[in-house]
């Protein structure tokens, strides 16, 4: 009985840290992270987009070339098992989202929601197979009208994406795990100021004044 609850304890950790690369895939523009979060055949039921996850990924891919902002912050994760291979996972999502339309507004967003999740284990390893993403709550806000570096001020460094945010020289000093950039392409590590990550694939599209900036 005492190891049932030692591999659960280890199932749960598992599950919460891949939800955390997800978070870290999407802010920071890590490819390798986001794809990491999904496995190959998982399917993705986010907002705009329904489909394979692969579809998704590439979705996303093709946003931060937008040059947004994201912030996705995780809590109240929920994991009920299912059987010891499989689980159903409910945590709350909270996301600032700031870029440009496809008119070249600039757009920000702050969205609530809830990310309900089939989590499979294979191989000894728990990835998404199936998410549907809830939204409860959405507020269009106005975008900053000055740039960032006038913005921030002396208050430095500031996030960037992969491979050039700190976390990631941080991370040169750590045991090296297997989500780590192996699986993303060349182009991607190669041009990261073209790759930075945001979430509004998740945003509806709709018309709105012009923001001055």
Same mark, same amino acid.
């Given at each position: 009985?005492?190891?049932?609850?030692?591999?659960?304890?280890?199932?749960?950790? &598992?599950?919460?840290?891949?939800?955390?690369?997800?978070?870290?895939?999407?802010?920071?523009?890590?490819?390798?992270?986001?794809?990491?979060?999904?496995?190959?055949?998982?399917?993705?039921?986010?907002?705009?987009?329904?489909? %394979?996850?692969?579809?998704?990924?590439?979705?996303?891919?093709?946003?931060?070339?937008?040059?947004?902002?994201?912030?996705?912050?995780?809590?109240?994760?929920?994991?009920?098992?299912?059987?010891? &291979?499989?689980?159903?996972?409910?945590?709350? !999502?909270?996301?600032?989202?700031? &870029?440009?339309?496809? /008119?070249? /507004?600039?757009?920000?967003?702050?969205?609530?929601?809830?990310?309900?999740?089939? !989590?499979?284990?294979?191989?000894?390893?728990?990835?998404?197979?199936?998410?549907?993403?809830?939204? /409860?709550?959405?507020?269009?806000?106005? %975008?900053?009208?000055?740039?960032?570096?006038?913005?921030?001020?002396?208050?430095?460094?500031?996030?960037? %994406?992969?491979?050039?945010?700190?976390?990631?020289?941080?991370?040169?000093?750590?045991? %090296?795990?297997?989500?780590?950039?192996?699986?993303?392409?060349?182009?991607?590590?190669?041009?990261?100021?073209?790759?930075?990550?945001? /979430?509004? !694939?998740?945003?509806?599209?709709?018309?709105?004044?012009?923001?001055?900036?």
């Amino acid at each position: 009985m005492e190891q049932t609850k030692i591999a659960q304890l280890i199932d749960r950790e &598992a599950i919460r840290d891949c939800l955390y690369r997800y978070c870290r895939g999407i802010d920071r523009a890590d490819e390798a992270a986001l794809r990491s979060a999904y496995w190959p055949d998982a399917h993705d039921n986010h907002g705009a987009y329904c489909g %394979p996850a692969e579809g998704f990924i590439e979705f996303a891919l093709g946003v931060f070339k937008t040059g947004p902002r994201n912030i996705h912050q995780i809590t109240n994760i929920l994991i009920e098992f299912i059987s010891s &291979a499989e689980a159903a996972v409910e945590s709350y !999502f909270t996301a600032l989202q700031r &870029a440009p339309d496809k /008119d070249g /507004d600039v757009r920000q967003t702050l969205l609530c929601g809830r990310y309900c999740d089939l !989590f499979h284990k294979r191989e000894g390893e728990w990835r998404i197979a199936e998410r549907t993403v809830v939204y /409860d709550w959405i507020e269009e806000q106005i %975008p900053p009208a000055i740039v960032e570096a006038e913005r921030f001020g002396p208050r430095r460094p500031i996030g960037a %994406p992969h491979p050039d945010d700190p976390v990631y020289r941080l991370g040169k000093r750590r045991i %090296p795990s297997p989500h780590d950039s192996s699986g993303a392409s060349n182009d991607t590590a190669a041009s990261a100021e073209e790759n930075q990550g945001h /979430d509004n !694939f998740a945003m509806p599209q709709r018309s709105r004044r012009k923001t001055s900036r």
